[in-house]
């Protein structure tokens, strides 16, 4: 659980129902005073390129908003606004924020330049005056001595008001970046926000007071936020893939990193050697609750002991995910060194004494090569030990070593103890149980693994907005586009095409549920011709219902006969759906024959000349699809009436609505953003 910094929004309505009373031959906003205590026509034009420019009024379900992102009454503007008008609602609204502004710096003593003030109206025309009677971190910041303002600092209090609906979204985090970066260095470009990064802290079932830090790109991280859980310690933080989130390690890209939990040992110690305040005291606890190790005859446990050869294979090799193997000589690990020894893991000469001590390197070596993890082929991070295996355990947050006279060290001669081998044990076991590593996805009753090498959704949340029917993207080019079938009739395309839409999606047909029988759509020939004579480009769908390849295929035959003699630019698209009914033919079917189905109608409209398409639904891509297997084709996928899309992956185009409404459409319509020119 975190703390939900979400404080919008903005200028109390009171304030811009005088603002709507004003006369409408305001200047616009190059004229006025320019100084400490007025924004800047810089400031201004920095502004209006983040609000970005709306026509007509749109609301957040609380409040409603015109042109630059100014609240208004509801109903007011009903036939749009212009630009000046605009512009003058923009410079009233960002002149009360200038002026909570100034009497702030000016009750504090403080003196800042105009790029800093311009900065400070920005923030507040997005968040509302509330910072500044508060005790937030920016209002601290700037009520502080000194005349200087550390860069991490700036940051961080500037970005820490990045969330809506308690979540970070990506397009506040950058504008809070792009702010700190105008009041450190000046800059209205927004190009100098990219010195820095940030990390969203997911602390799983623990909670923190903030879930978000920024930092300078390139740069070591050095320090993480703090998190807390009932019975347990934060071992630490990882990216979603695995990696360990390490201090030293230099800032790179923007994202999420989750966190490592380490149950406490009882209260009471289970051996009578086993200090409860020893580091390792909660790893040999757990491995010893789960039966993976075990203490002597006499009930010690002897945590600085030496561990053998043969334990150690016998250990790692289990909790790497090998099975339990029998001797294969005299020996009781003669199986296990067998194993390593087949697999490439370790030499026949490292493998000589299984009763001897085994060293620190062999271990890590025997380690890294169990997980199947690559090389480092960095530096290392150790003053004596220069090992690829060492440094790829170390970035994996598998091993530590040690800091001595303020070097790191990790001693790879020296033998490893029953404690410090437990530590990388239950590390492992965490590694591969995916507490740590495998990302997933929660989609109702199922969760399923995050998919190796799928692209993910890219697109900023925050950059959707919707007016009426037709949605926007403020991040990207798109187009705005219709699909249709018979239960439309009679469409006027010319009207469609003068209604803003750059695109339509026809039925061809489709395959019966039951029977299974190919039907032909009863206006597909008329829509097509005339969609094509009004311009627009065109794209055709078959709603499938295959469960063989050969189904499939001839599916993509009856398209293509269909469409055969038309200039079709648009996508041909393979809509297979789920209908959830057991006496569908498609109830189910299996992931592997729907991918192989989807693959031959793509393959065969391809070769055909035109661009396939797969059509998704949240169930579809994350429970029926196989995605990795289909992701060389484009994806068009529907979820209705979101904010935003919520789909984990990357698609090229969304079905946003089937409630929209065109001219020269009867009823409802479902409608589509394209994404790219």
Known sequence: MTHDRTHFRRIPALLLLFALLLPAAVPALAAGPEGPGA????????????????????????????????????GAYAEGITE??????????????????????????????????????????????GWLSGSSDLAELLAGPGDTYDTLETVNAFGVWCHAGGQVVKGLARRRMEEAALFLWGD??????????????????????????????????????????EGYALEGWRRPEGGALLAGMPAGESGTVEALWRKLGPAESPYPDLDAGAWY?????????????????????????????????????????????????????????????????????????????VSRLTVARLTAGALGLAPASGPSPFADADDASVTALYEWGILEGSQENGRRLYKPADGISRAELSALIWRVNCLRAGETGKAQITYGAYTVDVLEGVPVNGYDPAAFRRKGSVMEY????????????????????????????????????????????????????????????????????????????????????????????????????????????????????????LCRCALAFCELVEEAG???????TSYAGYVKYDLSRVMDYPFWFAEYDKAAPTFYYHFQMWQYTSKGSVDGIQGNVDMNLWFGA
């Open 610 to 616: 035109y661009t396939p398409m797969i059509y998704l």
């Open 188 to 229: 209205y470009s927004g190009q100098a926000a990219g010195n820095f990064t940030y990390l969203v802290f997911d602390p799983g079932e623990g909670e923190m007071a903030s879930d978000v830090m920024f930092y300078q790109a390139g740069e070591p991280y050095g320090a993480f936020p703090d998190a807390r859980r």
């Open 84 to 129: 000046e008008e605009a512009d003058r609602l923009l410079r009233e609204a960002a002149a009360v924020c200038a002026a909570a502004v100034a009497d702030f710096l000016e009750e504090h003593g403080r003196t800042v330049g105009q790029s800093q003030f311009d900065a400070l109206v920005s923030f507040t025309y997005s968040l509302g005056t």
């Open 474 to 593: 403020a991040a990207g080019e798109t187009r705005l586009g219709v699909d249709v079938s018979s239960y439309q009739g009679d469409i006027d395309w010319a009207r469609v095409k003068a209604d803003g839409v750059d695109f339509a999606i026809l039925r061809v047909g489709g395959r019966g549920y039951t029977e299974g029988g190919l039907y032909a759509d009863t206006k597909f020939e008329q829509n097509l011709q005339g969609a094509l004579d009004a311009g627009l480009e065109v794209g055709v769908y078959f709603f499938s219902q295959a469960i063989t390849v050969k189904e499939a295929e001839e599916e993509a035959r009856f398209v293509l006969d269909k469409i055969r003699g038309y200039a079709l630019t648009g996508p041909v698209v393979f809509d297979w759906e789920a209908l959830g009914k057991s006496e569908a033919r498609t109830y189910g079917l299996d992931t592997d024959t």
């Open 281 to 357: 005291y909660d790893y040999v606890c757990a491995l010893s609750g789960q039966g993976i190790v075990s203490g002597y005859p006499d009930g010690t446990f002897d945590p600085s002991g030496s561990v053998t050869l043969g334990e150690a294979l016998k250990l790692v090799l289990l909790a790497a995910g090998y099975e339990e193997q029998a001797p294969a000589g005299g020996h009781w690990s003669s199986g296990y060194a067998a194993l390593a020894r087949t697999e490439g893991l370790l030499t026949a000469g490292e493998l000589a004494e299984l009763d001897g001590a």
């Open 39 to 74: 924004l800047s026509q810089a400031g201004a034009d920095f502004l209006k390129a983040r609000e970005s420019f709306s026509e007509t009024p749109y609301t957040d379900g609380t409040n409603w908003y015109v042109g630059y992102g100014t609240q208004c009454q509801a």
